[in-house]
């Protein structure tokens, strides 16, 4: 059975080039949706819903949104990461079995990271999902650690004289 998938915060540095393929892939899936907190957000983005990709109006925190979904993807920002457990919540009541928080940069199990505030949401989502792994033996998660510079890849790559796709 095809996986159906719904991201947040799909129109980031890391999103977006996601749903780009998302969209060449979509037929591997059953369902791929963006949510989208208010009607403003929703704009954003039009080319991918005309491309077949679903965009939800919806609350992070309402079971509601996540229902009839398998996997999530969260691709939040810095404001958001504390949202994350609440959102991790509400999709396994959704009946979701596979999250993927925002996580995207640094091995978090560096001791060094451990006081930094920066991290401690990174740090609390991960507890989280791991307490809620072990209570709902369904459920699974998925964290990358590519390395803290690995978000600025998606951009073309520009050159001291701004030409693009060169790299001096």
């Given amino acids: 059975m095809a996986l159906s998938i719904l991201l947040?915060?799909?129109?980031?540095?890391i999103g977006t080039p996601l749903v780009q393929e998302f969209i060449r892939q979509k037929l591997s899936f059953s369902r791929i949706a963006i949510l989208a907190s208010d009607a403003s957000k929703k704009a954003k983005f039009t080319e991918a819903e005309a491309a077949g990709i679903e965009v939800i109006v919806g609350s992070y925190l309402d079971v509601s949104s996540y229902k009839g979904f398998?996997?999530?993807?969260?691709?939040?920002?810095?404001?958001l990461l504390k949202l994350q457990p609440a959102m991790i919540?509400?999709?396994?009541?959704?009946?979701?079995?596979?999250?993927?928080?925002?996580?995207?940069g640094s091995d978090l199990?560096?001791?060094?990271?451990?006081?930094?505030?920066?991290?401690?949401?990174?740090?609390e989502t991960r507890a989280h999902l791991a307490r809620r792994a072990r209570e709902n033996p369904n459920f699974k998660y998925t964290l990358f650690m590519n390395g803290e510079r690995s978000r600025q890849l998606p951009r073309p790559l520009a050159s001291c004289n701004g030409g693009p796709g060169l790299a001096n």
Avoid: C, M, W
Avoid at 91 to 100: C, D, E, K, P, S
């Fill in 8 to 13: 947040i915060g799909a129109g980031g540095t």
């Fill in 70 to 79: 398998d996997t999530v993807i969260s691709l939040v920002g810095n404001t």
């Fill in 89 to 104: 919540d509400q999709a396994i009541a959704a009946g979701v079995t596979q999250f993927y928080p925002s996580e995207y």
């Fill in 109 to 123: 199990a560096q001791k060094q990271f451990f006081t930094h505030r920066y991290f401690r949401s990174k740090l």
